[in-house]
């Protein structure tokens, strides 16, 4: 069999760097949206390319490796989530603001409702926090929501359809 051969594709040394380079900027944006905590966002990046280190070998489609990506960030944020919370119950955790989250040319007033929606979804489940975030700032369709936290199609559409309600019980349709 030649060197172009799938043996060759088996034998390749798996580009680290090079995969880190392209999506790393990506994988970060999808933790600082879910997190809203700059923070913790280096140590979820580091996670989720350690996590990719050591699962490349099961990925199927290479073309699919952005999906891939995002669906272990997701996990690595829900775990992280899930650990602020608990520590939160032992007064551990002090909270952050979210002042940075929003666009710098925002208004006071928009930057003020981006913090005052992430203090809402500090309060709320991590499943529906990271379904929500999902839906609502990552434009990804129920489907997507569903498959990347691991999940039906009816309960993703529920933890939606629960925050939407939650932040319109806490901060109106204004």
């Known amino acids: 069999m030649d060197a172009s051969g799938p043996r060759a594709a088996e034998d390749a040394p ?21 997190l809203g905590r700059d923070h913790e966002v280096d140590d979820v990046v580091q996670e989720v ?16 490796v952005k999906a891939w990506l995002t669906r272990i960030a997701v996990r690595a944020s829900m775990r992280r989530l899930r650990w602020r919370r608990l520590r939160r119950t032992f007064g ?7 002042d940075d989250l929003a666009d710098p040319t925002s208004s006071a007033e928009d930057r003020a409702l981006v913090t005052r929606v992430y203090q809402l979804l500090d309060r709320l489940p991590a499943a529906d926090r990271v379904a929500w ?29 629960r925050v939407d309600e939650a932040i319109y019980r806490e901060l109106g349709d204004g």
Do not use: N, W
């Open 92 to 98: 551990l955790d002090g909270g952050a603001g979210y």
């Open 14 to 34: 798996l580009d680290v760097a090079g995969l880190f380079r392209r999506h790393a900027g990506y994988v970060a944006g999808v933790a600082i949206r879910l």
């Open 133 to 161: 975030i999902l839906r609502q700032t990552q434009d990804r369709s129920p489907e997507e929501v569903a498959r990347l936290s691991g999940c039906s199609l009816a309960t993703a559409k529920r933890r939606i359809a």
């Open 49 to 64: 390319f350690m996590a990719a280190i050591r699962g490349i070998g099961a990925l199927r489609e290479p073309a699919a």
